[in-house]
């Protein structure tokens, strides 16, 4: 999939949405101009957001009244696609390049590791099959397309977007792990029906296993060394410089 013999991987990193679609973007930057490598990293968001898909371009004035009222922040993505609820989930990033075919191809090329890892962990998961119908709803957990990894019981553990520039991609991903259901009604008007995982860890012992179990098969699907490098301090001034312009004002 790529020359290089070693990827980034970033420390497991809290922080806001905004922050983290910065990062997300800078790293994708960096990449396509040949001065970074491939990386791999993961995340979770605080306070609890919604993203928003790069082309979406309504939605509804509830959400826009909970932001106002500090209940979330309103993001926008890099990426397409539509909204995700970023509550209780894991984030995965993965930027890289070399991937030959389809858009669908390099979907299935990168989610090889999140199949690994997962049935490591003792769930096996597989894609979606919702067609272009998914358009209509709001809410990208409500369908489950060739892009996104649902359980043998239907439930969509993982929803996945892209974004190409030139050979370069970001991909990443929310993995829904303790959502917590009240919230998700609110913000949706739907009833989530709960996630039944082979494990009975929580918080962030939960976090570190699955963080744990995808580097290494992300190790073995890619067929490099994970090589572990924080963010210095120069390169948070450049990320920083433009976190400002994914968020949503407040109305």
């Given at each position: 999939?790529?020359n ?6 970033i420390?497991?990193?809290q ?7 910065a ?5 994708l930057?960096?990449?396509q101009l ?7 990293r ?5 306070p ?11 939605w509804?004035?509830?959400?826009q ?6 209940v ?8 397409g696609g ?10 995965y990033m993965?930027v ?17 590791f ?7 962990l ?7 099959t ?16 060739g ?5 043998v ?5 993982i ?10 991609i ?6 829904r ?5 009240e ?15 082979p ?9 570190q296993?699955?963080?744990?179990a ?8 890619f ?14 001034q450049?990320?920083l410089?433009?976190?400002?312009t994914?968020v949503?004002?407040?109305?």
């Amino acid at each position: 999939m790529t020359n290089d013999n070693y990827w980034r991987l970033i420390p497991l990193l809290q922080a806001s949405g905004c922050v983290q679609m910065a990062i997300d973007r800078w790293l994708l930057e960096q990449h396509q101009l040949g001065r970074h490598p491939p990386a791999l990293r993961f995340y979770t968001w605080s306070p609890a957001a919604i993203s928003l898909g790069y082309h979406q371009l309504r939605w509804p004035a509830s959400w826009q009244q909970l932001n106002a009222g500090g209940v979330l922040d309103l993001v926008r993505r890099p990426t397409g696609g539509r909204a995700v609820l970023h509550q209780g989930d894991l984030t995965y990033m993965v930027v890289t390049s070399g991937l030959a075919g389809s858009r669908l191809k390099a979907y299935e090329a990168i989610c090889e590791f999140l199949i690994q890892g997962w049935r490591s962990l003792g769930l096996d998961l597989h894609y979606g099959t919702a067609g272009r119908g998914y358009i209509h709803n709001p809410n990208c957990f409500g369908t489950a397309t060739g892009a996104d990894l649902v359980t043998v019981d239907g439930y969509k553990l993982i929803g996945s977007a892209q974004l190409r520039r030139g050979n370069a991609i970001l991909q990443h991903g929310s993995m829904r792990l303790s959502p917590d259901a009240e919230l998700f009604k609110q913000v949706f008007g739907e009833v989530m029906t709960p996630i039944k995982l082979p494990f009975s860890q929580q918080g962030n012992t939960l976090i570190q296993t699955v963080v744990d179990a995808l580097t290494v098969a992300a190790g073995n699907c890619f067929g490099v060394e994970m090589v572990m490098q924080p963010l210095s301090d120069a390169e948070w001034q450049e990320i920083l410089a433009h976190s400002s312009t994914d968020v949503i004002e407040k109305k």
